[in-house]
């Protein structure tokens, strides 16, 4: 079992709401990430950071947004929630491993409903 | 247009029969493919990974293959338990890239 965290695990609220939500790792892991999951849908890359201070964007258009201040921590925040937002987030991180058996561990996921 | 490809999209199977999940891949340059299993509710976990040299793999009751020249890998569970019902996800990551290609998984449930 992974040491990756998010919170909440559940949230419903309504449109117009700011949220952010927490992802945290205590394996010490440069790389974090953000996708989206749809039911029944692959998932897409929509934020990764590859350390403090470094944030791009993936392949997923998002209106989201991230931060990286402390290497343990990888919050996302929704200035505006909207119906559209409603999904799962699942945060991840990797170490890096004789270069392609790098590993992604990925945290239980959020579960957003937007009303 | 890299896109990985699972069949089938569901199943349901009895408990202690064996099944097998494939997964074909237009990924290119290849670096690897890996498994994961995804409980509901939870996050994915990693089951095997396997390079372009490897043909196949085994963790427990799971065991992978990999075809790369006609790019294509299964997933074989032997002795089928409740606990297997999950999703798994076949990943693939590029050669040189770090950004990796997700199938939409195949759904297996497990029954009595």
């Known amino acids: 079992e992974a040491d990756i965290y998010q919170t909440p695990r559940y949230l419903v609220i309504g449109t117009g709401k700011k949220i952010t939500l927490e992802c945290s790792q205590t394996?010490?892991?440069?790389?974090m990430y953000w996708y989206q999951q749809d039911p029944g849908m692959e998932l897409h890359l929509i934020h990764y950071?590859?350390?403090?201070?470094?944030?791009e964007k993936g392949d997923l258009s998002s209106e989201s947004t991230v931060s990286r201040i402390r290497t343990e921590h990888f919050p996302l925040t929704l200035e505006s929630a909207r119906p559209s937002h409603t999904s799962q987030y699942l945060c991840?991180?990797?170490?890096?491993?004789?270069?392609?058996?790098?590993?992604?561990?990925f945290g239980p996921g959020t579960r957003l409903l937007v009303l | 247009k890299n896109q990985v490809e699972q069949s089938p999209q569901s199943l349901i199977i009895l408990e202690g029969k064996n099944c097998t999940l494939q997964?074909?891949?237009?990924?290119?340059?290849?670096?690897?493919l890996r498994w994961y299993k995804q409980d509901t509710g939870r996050g994915p976990v990693s089951l095997t990974i396997?390079?372009?040299?490897?043909n196949t793999k085994s963790n427990g009751r799971y065991t992978a293959t990999l075809d790369a020249d006609t790019k294509q890998s299964s997933l074989h569970i032997t002795a089928s338990q409740l606990s297997d019902s999950a999703s798994y996800i076949c990943?693939?990551?590029?050669?040189?890239?770090?950004?990796?290609?997700f199938g939409t998984g195949t759904q297996l449930k497990v029954e009595l």
């Open positions: 991840a991180s990797s170490d890096v491993m004789r270069g392609s058996q790098e590993t992604q561990y």
């Open positions: 394996m010490g892991h440069d790389k």
């Open positions: 950071s590859y350390g403090v201070n470094s944030t």
């Open positions: 997964c074909n891949y237009t990924v290119s340059p290849f670096s690897n």
């Open positions: 396997m390079t372009f040299s490897e």
């Open positions: 990943v693939v990551r590029p050669g040189g890239g770090n950004k990796l290609t």
